[in-house]
Nanobody, 124 residues
Framework: EVQLVESGGGLVNPGGSLTLSCVGS????????MNWVRQAPGKGLEWVSA????????VYADSIQGRFTISRDNFNNTVYLQMDSLKPEDTAVYYC?????????????????WGQGSLVTVSA
């Protein structure tokens, strides 16, 4: 069974940090680019970041550029999202998603498998 399982969400103070993890199984993890997508309460989906199959290139949404860092460990089939300088507007359910392609060179994403999501709440 192809599966993505996120963890690491929780409550954090504004200005704080949090790291999300996502473990993939049932597919060849190192063959795919991986993404993070979020959904704030009452809003639509917002793509956050993507990382190429080999970890050599990553791309970010303007809204989180310079504050979030995506990384991956292909040996352990895990992708991470390090989130620093968190703001209340970062409050959302964060999903990891498998891309249908290996690279992130183009502007389009092809998200074919999604995790169940992990809630991040930024509040004092």
């Amino acid at each position: 069974e192809v599966q993505l399982v996120e963890s690491g969400g929780g409550l954090v103070n504004p200005g704080g940090s949090l790291t999300l993890s996502c473990v993939g199984s049932g597919f060849t993890f190192a063959d795919s680019a991986m993404n993070w997508v979020r959904q704030a309460p009452g809003k639509g989906l917002e793509w956050v970041s993507a990382i190429a199959w080999n970890g050599f290139r990553s791309v970010y949404a303007d809204s989180i550029q310079g504050r979030f860092t995506i990384s991956r460990d292909n040996f352990n089939n895990t992708v991470y999202l390090q989130m620093d300088s968190l703001k209340p507007e970062d409050t959302a359910v964060y999903y990891c998603a498998k891309d249908a392609i290996a690279t992130v060179n183009g502007g389009d994403r092809y998200l074919e498998i999604w995790g169940q999501g992990s809630l991040v709440t930024v509040s004092a």
